[in-house]
């Protein structure tokens, strides 16, 4: 079972995962990063208080929300960038586990064609 496990490893193309691993990495920092701002950035229900009538009260809570939405739609792009990002990162490493399966089939049948050559010639050899 561990050479299956090892077989796995040496058909995953290591080079395009390592290749893009910082670029993933720092597409998570920098959305962790964004989503811990925004956290910060919140604004609590308290502070929207003011006279409603105000005009100036309601325009600076306009902005606010509107910064908010804002920062969300950043946020979902960043997202939606990661995970295609991290999609296809697993589309590759599907594609290789599906090549080492194909060879592994192959290696198979080669070995019972070799086991049974072996075995018959081991009994034409007896026979003789």
Known sequence: MAINWILALKAVPW??????????????RRLFNSARQSE???????????????????????????????????????????????AEQNARLVEAIEIMRARVRLLLALTILLALGAIVGVVWSITQ
């Open 15 to 28: 080079a395009d995962v390592v290749q893009a691993a910082p670029h993933i990495v720092k597409g998570a």
């Open 40 to 86: 910060a950035v919140a604004v609590e229900p308290s502070e929207w208080s003011g006279d409603v009538g105000d005009p100036a009260a309601a325009h600076a809570r306009l902005r606010q929300l509107e910064a908010g939405l804002q920062a969300l739609d950043r946020e979902q792009q960043e997202s939606a960038e990661l995970i295609r990002s991290l």
